[in-house]
């Protein structure tokens, strides 16, 4: 039977588990830690070994929001079920699952406590040089390995099957990412500053009709399993390790969405340091390493799709080798062009939407914050309206530039103005 | 527990259901009719009433190949799970269901013993004037009250849960329309005349790369609840009814993929009558019916989209009427392309692949059915090649037009050579 658990009570259940009982002692502690929205998430320390545990626990409704949201902690399932997949798949980059209780929805796994959630990393300027690395290794291995090019039909369904009832967090995308923020809707924070830009890209239609195009693609394209919400907020990270954690959202989907998804809150974090630090270095890293995982994600991707053949897509001695390359260019030129919009509306949605960004957020000058908000904005609908016309991730550089160059004059012209009255 | 009837335990089994019992009497009888590929089906009549009953199992293995080639009895499932499912959306258009027995893999239905299968009365020169507008009720109202136009994400994903484990047959589908057909494989039949052809399809890189998009799109686009196995054999048929039968291919898929093979079977009937009766009057009825129906789906899909607001794609107030309209047309355009491709590609595997069609098939002079088979393939080619040029169903004319220039011009060629020599 389910019942929520709490500082003290945890202990108490983790004893009950034999596999646990040995490890607690009478020093053992548990701490709720949860910063997140959605769930409690409980350290556990002390414990017979050098050892910590983390013990995650949904809650039946929208922890932020509170008891008045109800959300159904099912969705525990799809977060195990996902990490215990990505695990198997590259566990190099998941935290160790020890312990999965679907009447408790809640998970006993890895404590990852020599990290840190990688946002406040990005915010705090330091340099994860293993990172592009690191997240380009595990989007290849878990789209490829998830996808059509290399399970059969049959295997992909039965996997697609674990996955096809998150309708409730595939609806909070749906709405939240693609719908609410391009229209008039109560979820929208008031931001006077922004109105006109607000009202602007409601009246876009080439922006709007790209938002549909690309909503239709994550409500019927199912290429492989995706994490679902991999923003930086969703990795923990040190300067050796990346761990990709909270995947609630778990379900099959087009590429494009978790690829665009990082894409986008680098190129977040890139902005929020105009007005954070103006450390020109640690942007150049910023911009690196947005443009170097994904060139890395392809080079990976097609490496694993040059040594498997057994997927159901593409049998064996269908089409001679150069047809494969050229139909392989084709395949990637369009996650590349899906990737750059769900970018787009990944970030345009962190602007206009209910789900801010600490990075933007937290910028304390009010006018400081405004700009740097337009200046993503500005980045955002080029790259929804213009993603049919990038073949290459390096297209994204002139894009940047520009919208910089913009950001820039309208920041002096805003300081002269200033010095002048 | 299942065990496969025969004409005399069908009627016992009958006997035994309450539903039924009254209604068999001392001349009651079953009467194997089976044509098709898979299944057993029997005819029961003299029943206490005026109708008739047909019951229809499915046994483990492909009926046609026998006990060797195994195929799951649980096709059966998919099979009475859409027809109730088409019924529930458009009854008019389906079979009436009586009871389905999932352990027995049996369904009994209403004796559809006033029509015929429509295959059969195309080759008879028969004149369906209501088809097209039939089939594109049938096909309107299916494909969009299966979709994210009209139903939410979460309504649409829990009856996908239903169709999504039919991998048996979407493996048939995957191999016999997508793949063996165009390359080196032990199941396409060998026809000395057709070899230089096969040769040419096998090297076209441009066909090729076509079918392996449209094979992707198959395998990982959701769009709707498909028929998947919609040829003229799948239709029962009288001047004032139309019935769609046999969808144990049943599958979340793209919509071309059902439209595309309904044009194909018209167009082989078409391709087929220049070397069985020449009849042009009746030539004319089908490419009438080939443009007509799908003219009349596109209209009749427009108006459910404009009538019904509620699916989970569109939210109302997130765009003007404009943008609605535009992306409407959009959206549109690409079921109208891919329907071609899938067109193409359905004649394609009839003339190059394992399971032929009787129109072609039965022309029993062999330089005529060579003649048909090379006309239909030549069709099949220009569909797949050029789908993307193509804005409006109408322009398949020009292209049907063409081959059937060249196709003549070959005729009399070979006659005046045949005169002279």
Redesign the interface.
């Known amino acids: 039977m389910y019942r929520q658990l709490n500082e003290s009570t945890v202990i108490q259940y983790l004893k009950k588990i034999p596999k646990f009982e040995s490890l607690i002692n009478n020093f053992t502690t548990a701490k709720e830690v949860g910063d997140g929205n959605l769930n409690f998430v409980y350290f556990i320390e002390q414990l017979n070994n050098s050892e910590k545990l983390v013990i995650k626990q949904a809650v039946p409704y929208l922890r932020c929001v509170g008891e008045s949201y109800s959300l159904a902690k099912e969705r525990m399932l799809f977060e195990s079920k996902s990490l215990l997949q990505f695990a198997a798949i590259v566990p190099k980059h998941v935290p160790k699952i020890y312990h999965v209780d679907n009447e408790m929805s809640l998970v006993v796994m890895q404590c990852l406590d020599k990290h840190i959630i990688m946002r406040k990393g990005l915010i705090a300027e330091k340099v994860y040089s293993n990172f592009a690395e690191h997240i380009a290794s595990f989007l290849s291995e878990v789209l490829f390995k998830t996808s ?1 090019l290399y399970l ?3 295997e ?3 996997l ?2 674990n996955y ?2 998150n ?2 967090l ?2 909070i995308t ?2 939240f990412v693609f ?2 923020p ?3 809707h109560e979820t929208n924070p008031v931001n006077q500053a922004l109105e006109v830009e607000r009202q602007r890209v409601q ?1 876009d ?1 080439l922006f ?2 790209e938002a ?2 690309l ?2 693609k994550f ?5 492989a399993l995706l994490h679902g919400d991999l923003h930086t907020g969703s990795i923990m990270i040190n300067q050796e390790e990346t761990y990709v954690i909270d995947s609630e959202f778990a379900f099959y989907g087009p590429y494009g969405f978790d690829l665009g998804a990082m894409l986008a809150n680098l190129l977040l974090a890139w902005v929020s340091h105009f007005e954070r630090s103006n450390n020109k270095e640690y942007q150049k890293w910023l911009i690196d390493t947005a443009i170097g995982f994904y060139q890395k994600f392809e080079e990976k991707f097609l490496t694993l799709w040059n040594q498997h053949q057994g997927g ?4 064996s ?4 080798e ?2 494969f390359q ?2 392989k260019k ?2 990637l030129l369009e996650i590349l062009q899906d990737t750059i919009g769900y970018a787009g509306l990944k970030m345009a949605r962190r602007i206009l939407g209910i789900a801010g960004v600490a990075e933007i957020k937290d910028i304390q000058n009010e006018q400081a914050r405004v700009r740097a908000e337009k200046f993503a904005l500005n980045i955002a609908k080029e790259l929804v309206k213009n993603r049919k016309a990038i073949s290459n991730i390096f297209d994204v550089l002139p894009i940047l530039q520009q919208e910089q160059q913009k950001y820039e004059q309208q920041r002096n012209y805003k300081a002269e103005h200033h010095t002048v009255s």
């Open positions: 059509s059969s039909g049959k992909k369904r039965i697609m099957q096809i009832a309708d409730e595939c609806k749906e709405d719908t609410c391009y229209m008039q009246e239609d709007k009709l549909l195009i909503k239709n409500m019927n394209q199912t290429d159901g897509l593409v049998s001695g269908f089409c001679s150069i047809l050229k139909y084709h395949y």
